[in-house]
């Protein structure tokens, strides 16, 4: 937006608003003309209301003062008259006495003491205690004489002014302690105590005192008159929290004067007001200055900056020729009155009063009562205008009836005279403001700056609370640049000004009703349609401003317990920062952020569902222990993994219910997603036993029966139940694995090869399937299988009987296999010895035996042979294979077997006699020959023996010549051909 168009903006907001309110002021503000016959009220900002009229003839009023429902009166002649309220505006006359009986004193002034319901009464130099709230002479107190003036410091702590000094007393229900004494205060006439500084006229001129420095600063005088008898009075009231006003005069009453607003260091702060004559008493009500001539007419004067004051009102007796003898004064009293009624008999009169007053009250109750701009959970496009919901209109009518409570009670000034007692009401200042030009900022900042938080009534609070925010308004709609130091100052009335306001002119979401006074609800919503915004340096000041404002508010109104929207506000700015920084592509800390405000954040990211977004939603679960959520919304995004993991870690904050019920499913869910890995399962396991969940339930809810034994596997079962389940599975799938793979013929062709091999240091059967099964590829899961069975089984007679029987059942028509499982299953080493022989627990020796002699195992045989199954075996040797490998392997056989026959010759003669063929060649078998002969003792068994071997050698002679004999009649044949 240019600087030429904002320009137009505002002047086109100014001009409306400016109409609005020129048409309230002029349709419906009616000031009072007149209260009653005598005294002219003309229009202006002040009207009266009478509070007691027929006040007793024949007397003049000099002082008046209030406590609680009472009202004290001082008079001409020394009377003290007492009122009390009987019921509400309607007051009675209860006591009436004398200062002194003796002689007529008048009654110069009445301080009032209500921390130890006591009253000061000061009446020509003589100073009494008087009870309250009876208003009555204390009993045994003491009186003081020669006193001038005094004045209250603090509870019951005074300073009273003599002729001789200024003394500081404290004072107790019926005497007066002295605490310090000013001799050189002598002769003061009047003073006013502001800060620990006197303001004093002595000898015809005004002084400053600083009472701690115990220090002067003289200023001007008072009059300039020399007659003693004729000198001014001194007039000195307060101006503001630092000020104070002064008159000064010529030599009479009738001479012109000036009133002076200084400083309470002595220098002139405000300008001057020229004044036509000396005044009576003046007071202070800022803007308005009121001053009082001769008794009977009354000026008010507003002041205006950088301007002389205004005369705007004057208050005077319409027929004062004919009343001479009356006194009009006025002064402001303790207790601020409500405007509810009067004892006067002129009750039409009064009626008609009150009527011409209701419409100004009613521009001032609209203007000030709270309204929403932004409802319950409403946004920036739902500006309440119009609410019609009964929760709404039910508070707006509550705020606008404490408005109207208040408004009753909006001064403590009393006029009175020789008849009545008037309250004089104030149009408020912010009602005077018509314009919203650029210089009402300041005019506004001059009024605040006197406004004393400490003495103001509950209407004055609200009407400044209107004016700070209008103020703050002003400020954006005439500035050129929104920075920093602005905002600052928002935070500073936070307690007063729904910061939320100034969130919702950056046009940023707000949590909560925001609330402001009606008057300036418009002002706010057409002030955010000029996009003021767009008066930021920088698109990210919005999150800088937002910084500060949180920063302010955790730093000054954490533990304040009655800023009750502190929640709110923090929430509204961390959605806002949440934004801004998404907005602005910026890294999110959740620590930046307060606990309460992650329902709203959950809420956005949501409503958004932005992919980018999810985790963030996670960590927010996570930070708030909504464990649900997070268990969901692990489960939507199929992070089981994760969910797992978060289980683990939260279980002992997990909900009974959700124990119950949800862990399990989810467990069951997450199981059958995490592809069997063990680390997963573990972290399952302990879940579940962390739970106090039996795993049993958990495979009772998994219908995959391989997942079941997966999860046993992993636990490593030692019950009877869970290791029959076991090798129940197993068995059928490695069965199942045999016949897939076909596995039998693989078998059949490793027991052929491992028959074939005539190696005789070859391993044993079992081995040699071992060997095969654990590195051919296709016994991969048979493998599996096998060792799980076997682990299964260790140590287990049960469960190896039924192994047993399971694998018998399954082949009981193939033989071959049964031997071949029953070897893997169920052969090991006597002791676990590998140089021991092979057992087995299903098989006795002869069955071992044959098995061996079965599949070739040369080492099982060697470890099974004795002297009664040796000829045995040698005779299989000789059906093993062909000669000549069948007797090299029995020569081996004999060798490792030697300890068998060396002891019996004669048995082993016959043995070899019978099983070793004739044809074998005798080198073979020579060794085994040689080592008998060199045994044997008697030389017919050497002649036996040699006969044995020349035959043998004849034979193989003759076998040699038919071989040459067929070779060379095969080659006579060729070459006759």
């Known amino acids: 937006m240019s600087e030429e ?76 008259l007492h009122y009390f309220e009987i019921e509400t505006g309607n007051y009675l006359l209860v006591s009436r006495v004398k200062f002194d009986e003796s002689k007529e004193r008048p009654i110069d002034k009445i301080v009032l003491l209500p921390s130890i319901e006591r009253a000061c009464v000061l009446s020509q130099g003589q100073l009494i205690l008087f009870l309250l709230p009876e208003f009555a002479p204390t009993p045994n107190s003491i009186k003081l004489v020669g006193i001038n003036d005094l004045q209250v410091i603090n509870g019951n702590k005074i300073i009273i002014f003599s ?91 009738d001479d012109e004067a000036m009133a002076l607003v200084i400083t309470i260091d002595g220098d002139i702060s405000q300008g001057t007001i020229a004044l036509s004559q000396y005044p009576r008493n003046i007071i202070v009500n800022f803007p308005y200055v009121l001053v009082n001539f001769n008794f009977n007419e009354v000026h008010i004067f507003k002041l205006v900056k950088n301007e002389d004051p205004l005369l705007v009102q004057t208050i005077k007796y319409e027929n004062i020729e004919s009343l001479k003898e009356i006194q009009l004064r006025f002064n402001k009293v303790d207790r601020f009155f409500q405007n509810s009624g009067t004892n006067n008999s002129n009750k039409n009169k009064t009626d008609e009063n009150n009527d011409k007053l209701g419409k100004q009250k009613e521009v001032i109750i609209d203007k000030l009562r709270p309204v929403p701009i932004i409802s319950e959970g409403g946004s920036n496009e739902t500006e309440v205008k119009d609410s019609t919901t009964t929760t709404l209109e039910y508070r707006m009518d509550r705020e606008k009836a404490f408005i109207t409570d208040i408004l009753d009670c909006d001064t403590n000034i009393f006029f009175y005279d020789n008849y009545n007692i008037y309250r004089l009401s104030q149009m408020p200042f912010f009602m005077e403001i018509k314009e919203y030009n650029e210089y009402e900022i300041s005019n506004i900042e001059d009024y605040l700056e006197l406004q004393a938080d400490d003495h103001l009534t509950n209407f004055q609070k609200i009407e400044i609370n209107y004016l700070k925010l209008l103020h703050h308004l002003l400020i954006f709609l005439h500035c050129k640049i929104i920075d920093k130091d602005m905002v600052k100052v928002w935070c500073h009335d936070m307690k007063k000004i729904d910061i939320r306001i100034l969130l919702y002119l950056f046009d940023l979401q707000i949590l909560g009703e925001c609330w402001c006074p009606n008057g300036l609800k418009d002002f706010i919503i057409k002030l955010k349609s000029l996009k003021i915004i767009n008066k930021l340096e920088s698109p990210d000041k919005i999150l800088e401003f937002l910084k500060i404002v949180k920063r302010y508010i955790i730093k000054n ?61 996670l960590d927010i679960y996570v930070k708030q222990d909504m464990n649900d959520e997070v268990i969901s919304t692990l489960k939507e995004q199929e992070r089981y993994a994760d969910l797992l993991t978060f289980l683990t870690e939260h279980v002992s904050t997990l909900t009974d219910d959700y124990r119950r019920v949800g862990l399990l499913n989810d467990i069951v869910i997450i199981i059958n997603q995490c592809d069997n890995d063990k680390n997963e399962i573990r972290k399952i396991l302990k879940l579940l036993s962390d739970a106090k969940i039996d795993y049993h339930i958990l495979l009772d809810s998994i219908e995959d029966i391989g997942l079941k034994v997966h999860i046993l596997e992993i636990i490593g079962v030692d019950n009877s139940r869970d290791k029959d389940f076991l090798i129940d599975f197993y068995i059928q799938k490695i069965h199942e694995t045999i016949v897939k793979e076909h596995l039998w013929s693989h078998f059949e062709t490793f027991v052929e090869e491992y028959k074939d091999d005539l190696n005789y240091s070859k391993p044993n059967i079992l081995e040699y399937l071992m060997l095969k099964v654990r590195y051919d590829s296709h016994f991969a899961q048979f493998r599996n299988y096998y060792e799980n069975i076997t682990k299964t089984c260790q140590d287990n007679n049960t469960l190896q009987n039924k192994l047993h029987d399971d694998i018998i059942k399954l082949n009981k028509d193939k033989p071959e296999h049964q031997n071949l499982l029953l070897i893997l299953f169920f052969f090991h080493y006597e002791d676990d010895n590998k140089l021991n022989r092979l057992t087995c627990k299903f098989l006795n020796e002869m069955e071992l035996l044959k098995l061996s002699l079965k599949y070739n195992d040369f080492k099982e045989i060697d470890k099974r042979v004795n002297k009664s199954n040796l000829r045995e075996i040698l005779i299989w040797f000789t059906g093993v294979t062909k000669v000549p490998f069948s007797t090299e392997l029995i020569c081996k056989f004999l060798m490792r077997q030697r300890k068998l026959y060396e002891d019996d010759k004669d048995q082993v003669v016959n043995i070899i006699q019978s099983v070793v063929p004739g044809e074998s060649p005798i080198t073979i078998i020579a060794p085994i020959l040689i080592s008998i002969l060199t045994k044997r003792r008697t030389l017919a068994d050497d002649i036996a023996l040699k006969k044995m071997i020349l035959k043998s050698e004849v034979n193989r002679y003759n076998e040699t010549l038919k071989v040459l004999q067929t070779s060379d009649t095969d080659s006579i044949t060729s070459t006759n051909d």
């Open 5 to 80: 168009e904002g320009t137009r903006d505002t002047q086109l907001i100014v001009k409306d608003v400016e109409e609005n309110v020129e048409s309230l002021n002029e349709e419906e503000v009616v000031p009072l003309e007149e209260v009653d016959h005598t005294l002219n009220v003309p229009v202006g900002p002040f009207s009266l209301s009478p509070i007691i009229k027929d006040l007793p003839d024949n007397l003049n009023y000099t002082c008046c003062e209030s406590y609680a429902e009472h009202i004290y009166l001082g008079t001409q002649a020394g009377e003290l």
């Open 557 to 617: 109104h954490s533990n304040d317990k009655d800023f009750i929207h502190f929640e709110t506000i923090l929430r509204t700015i961390d959605l806002n920062t949440f934004l801004e920084l998404k907005k602005l592509d910026k890294d999110i800390n959740l620590d930046d952020f307060e606990s309460t405000s992650f329902d709203a954040l959950i809420k956005v990211i949501k409503d958004k569902n932005v992919e980018t977004d999810r985790s963030l939603l």
């Open 163 to 253: 002729t001789k000094s200024a003394t500081i007393y404290k004072v107790s229900k019926d005497s007066y302690k002295k605490l310090r004494d000013f001799p050189n205060l002598n002769g003061v006439g009047k003073a006013l105590i502001k800060h620990k500084k006197l303001i004093v006229a002595r000898n015809n001129n005004y002084e400053i005192f600083d009472l701690s420095k115990n220090k002067e600063i003289p200023l001007f005088k008072v009059s300039e008159s020399k007659d003693n008898d004729h000198k001014l009075i001194p007039i000195i009231t307060e101006f503001g929290t630092d000020e104070i006003l002064v008159c000064s005069g010529g030599s009479s009453y």
